[in-house]
């Protein structure tokens, strides 16, 4: 009996989140504008990225890469996004996507996100960016006015780029700043 009621309420509780999720999203989609003064040295955008960048490749699939970052530093409970969850919060086509491992917070009072994305074709890069940066300023508007530290967590983003291969990191900045110094060392040196 108490199991029972534990996972009714379990389906419950994610039933909310992800309707609250997808409700903030679909508000927030008209918000253009990503960019604050400093944002893109700040969140670590490579300004490069797509820019005919040379192959680059990993030994490790994104799953892999995805499972050792959460490895590297503690996060709270996060769940992984469908192809439908993608297209909904993440603004872009997940069949850009060759690979792709997106996780969101349990519960919507946590910022830390990680994604791990191989893009198809380099010329999407620039695609998935963009989108990326409209989930930032999404998760941002989101927290605004709700719970400061997460609102500066998300103003903190990390946004790193490797070839076809693109990382985006919400989480303390310390945490963030040990998650992109790993993605690094996924590459082989140039």
Partial sequence: MKKRCLTILSVALLGLM?????????????????????????????????KDAPAVESQLTVAQMSEDLLKQAEQPMLVDLTESD???????????????????????????????????????????????KQRAADVQKTFETYLPDQYENAKNYKLVTKGNY???????????????????TYFKAE
């Fill in 86 to 132: 993608v297209k909904t919060l993440y603004h872009f086509d997940p069949s850009l996507l060759e690979e792709f491992s997106i996780k969101i917070p349990l519960m919507n009072v946590k910022t830390n996100e990680l994604a791990v994305v191989k893009v198809k074709d380099a010329k999407d890069v620039k695609t998935v960016e963009s989108a990326i």
């Fill in 166 to 184: 693109v990382l985006f990191a919400i989480s303390e900045a310390d945490t963030a700043d040990k998650l992109t110094k790993q993605f690094d």
């Fill in 18 to 50: 992800l309707s609250a999720c997808s409700s903030n999203s679909n508000s927030n989609s008209s918000t253009t504008d990503t960019s604050s003064p400093g944002t893109s040295a700040e969140a670590g955008v490579n300004a490069d990225a797509g």
